[in-house]
């Protein structure tokens, strides 16, 4: 489901029931205005359980959404601040959205620019090797003049022309599958800053959340680790519930020797003393800002990059073509000449 659309959702649900409204009569009131798909969906039989009497926590679990959501609505109905846990929920998923999203954008450029390249590669290699190739082998074979050294090479390296759509066209099946193959996206990129940062300021933005709403350290981390897609960033959140486990009293000593999360990381959230709650919010702000920073610098670096990628692609193989007509130029200036 769309981040954007349930932090929406989210908001306007908190406002009804602080507004008198009932739970059920909010969910079906804002059911009728969502369009069609699986989180109305999952919702309209969220609201038919209610409306029959089921307790939440029976209604909330056969439900398809976030398990992170369905701890925090029921924490919220415990503690009596249902509006408030949806207020939250809301601030929470409208981040991740924001930063996910930027990030993505990222990858568009390049993509973008290897489709061209690929492009632009297949139908110089189509040509070629249908048209070009061979007359120019009959015209400068049958000649018997002494070829430049350019148009050896280039012959020599359009032999070999299909290697060059083909590289192109892995590199940009590798970037695809980076980023919608979950599997694959999981292992790879949180090895990049920007996506590292952005995984620790989601690991803290969910552990904050449980935090303040009553949550245990160690039922948070258990929660928070289930909900993890980086399997780098679900063994650190092992480790910590397991050094917990054996009795570690200190933060920084549950969080020693990380593989995704950051010394600061640990000093930040160590510097809140017991209120750890307080130590994940601020170290959630500071790595949410550091993201979106790195995100906006990824913004403005790839572009460049991109284009320069197209550009040498276009230019060498422009190189290529105009090699071969190099005989038949210095044969014209020659007639021309005499």
Same mark, same amino acid.
Request: a positive charge; glycine letters at 6%.
């Given at each position: 489901?769309?981040?954007?659309?349930?932090?929406?959702?989210?908001?306007?649900?908190?406002?009804?029931?602080?507004?008198?409204?009932?739970?059920?009569?909010?969910?079906?009131?804002?059911?009728?205005?969502?369009?069609?798909?699986?989180?109305r969906t999952e919702l309209e039989?969220?609201?038919?359980?209610?409306?029959?009497?089921?307790?939440?926590?029976?209604?909330?679990?056969?439900?398809?959404?976030?398990?992170?959501?369905?701890?925090?609505?029921?924490?919220?109905?415990?503690?009596?601040?249902?509006?408030?846990?949806?207020?939250?929920?809301?601030?929470?998923?409208?981040?991740?959205?924001?930063?996910?999203?930027?990030?993505?954008?990222?990858?568009?450029?390049?993509?973008?620019?290897?489709?061209?390249?690929?492009?632009?590669?297949?139908?110089?290699?189509?040509?070629?090797?249908?048209?070009?190739?061979?007359?120019?082998?009959?015209?400068?074979?049958?000649?018997?003049?002494?070829?430049?050294?350019?148009?050896?090479?280039?012959?020599?390296?359009?032999?070999?022309?299909?290697?060059?759509?083909?590289?192109?066209?892995?590199?940009?099946?590798?970037?695809?599958?980076?980023?919608?193959?979950?599997?694959?996206?999981?292992?790879?990129?949180?090895?990049?800053?920007?996506?590292?940062?952005?995984i620790v300021a989601r690991i803290?933005?969910?552990?904050?959340?449980?935090?303040?709403?009553?949550?245990?350290? &160690?039922? !948070? =981390?258990?929660? %928070? $680790?289930?909900?993890?897609? @980086?399997?780098?960033?679900? +063994?650190? *959140?092992?480790?910590?519930?397991?050094?917990?486990?054996?009795?570690?009293?200190?933060?920084?000593?549950?969080?020693?020797?990380?593989?995704?999360?950051?010394?600061?990381?640990?000093?930040?959230?160590?510097?809140?003393?017991?209120?750890?709650?307080?130590?994940?919010?601020?170290?959630?702000?500071?790595?949410? &800002?550091? !993201? =979106?920073?790195? %995100? $906006?610098?990824?913004?403005? @670096?790839?572009?460049?990059? +991109?284009? *320069?990628?197209?550009?040498?692609?276009?230019?060498?193989?422009?190189?290529?073509?105009?090699?071969?007509?190099?005989?038949?130029?210095?044969?014209?200036?020659?007639?021309?000449?005499?």
């Amino acid at each position: 489901m769309k981040h954007d659309e349930f932090a929406f959702f989210n908001q306007q649900l908190a406002a009804m029931l602080r507004d008198g409204i009932p739970l059920e009569g909010a969910l079906k009131r804002l059911c009728q205005e969502m369009r069609q798909g699986e989180l109305r969906t999952e919702l309209e039989a969220l609201e038919a359980d209610l409306a029959k009497g089921a307790p939440i926590t029976e209604a909330l679990a056969p439900r398809r959404l976030p398990e992170l959501y369905k701890r925090m609505i029921v924490v919220g109905v415990k503690g009596n601040d249902l509006p408030g846990a949806l207020t939250m929920l809301a601030d929470y998923f409208q981040r991740q959205n924001y930063v996910w999203t930027r990030l993505k954008s990222v990858m568009t450029y390049p993509i973008i620019a290897m489709f061209v390249a690929f492009l632009i590669s297949l139908l110089l290699a189509v040509i070629w090797n249908g048209v070009l190739g061979p007359a120019f082998k009959d015209i400068y074979g049958g000649m018997g003049i002494r070829l430049p050294a350019a148009t050896i090479f280039a012959f020599t390296t359009l032999k070999s022309i299909w290697v060059f759509p083909t590289g192109i066209c892995l590199l940009l099946l590798t970037t695809l599958a980076v980023l919608f193959l979950p599997a694959i996206r999981a292992g790879i990129l949180w090895r990049l800053p920007a996506f590292r940062e952005a995984i620790v300021a989601r690991i803290a933005a969910s552990v904050n959340l449980l935090l303040k709403n009553g949550v245990n350290l &160690s039922d !948070a =981390l258990s929660l %928070t $680790e289930q909900l993890e897609t @980086s399997p780098a960033a679900a +063994a650190d *959140l092992q480790q910590w519930r397991q050094r917990l486990a054996a009795g570690s009293m200190k933060f920084s000593e549950v969080a020693a020797a990380n593989r995704v999360v950051p010394p600061l990381f640990v000093w930040i959230v160590s510097g809140a003393g017991e209120n750890l709650a307080e130590g994940f919010k601020r170290a959630s702000e500071i790595y949410h &800002s550091r !993201a =979106l920073y790195r %995100t $906006e610098v990824a913004m403005f @670096s790839v572009m460049p990059l +991109a284009s *320069l990628f197209l550009g040498v692609i276009v230019i060498s193989q422009a190189f290529l073509v105009i090699s071969m007509f190099m005989p038949m130029i210095v044969m014209l200036n020659g007639l021309s000449g005499n």
